[in-house]
């Protein structure tokens, strides 16, 4: 059984750093992506890495203050977030796709965790 478990949301001040982790169970996949959520948005697409660890992708609202990394070894995906803001604040989801090429789009992503709260206080 596939299972994709966020963790390491919180409460913290802007400017502040956060590391959300993704442990992914039962399988591997070729990418993984993080996506995010704010009350009354859509989902939005956030970083993405291939599995071999060489290409990543970002969104211009966070590139240059997230890092997206994954350690196969231990099957974990991270996402190293500095220099919080409020806008920052969402619900964080883990997601895994088997497609080959990096994507953004959440519909081409085959599984889901269930997400990990992250506020920023101004």
């Known amino acids: 059984q596939v299972q994709l478990v966020e963790s390491g949301g919180g409460l913290v001040q802007a400017g502040g750093s956060l590391r959300l982790s993704c442990a992914v169970l039962?399988?591997?996949?070729?990418?993984y992506g993080w996506f995010r959520q704010a009350p009354g948005k859509e989902r939005e697409f956030v970083a993405v890495v291939r599995r071999s660890g060489d290409s990543t992708y970002y969104s211009e609202a966070v590139k240059g203050r997230f890092t997206i990394s994954r350690d196969n070894a231990k099957a974990m995906v991270y996402l190293q977030m500095n220099s919080l803001k409020p806008e920052d604040t969402a619900v964080y989801y883990c997601?895994?796709?088997?497609?080959?090429?990096?994507?953004?789009?959440?519909?081409?992503?085959?599984?889901w965790g269930q997400g990990t709260q992250v506020t920023v206080s101004s």
């Open positions: 997601a895994a796709t088997t497609s080959l090429a990096l994507r953004s789009r959440a519909s081409t992503y085959d599984y």
């Open positions: 039962g399988r591997t996949f070729n990418n």
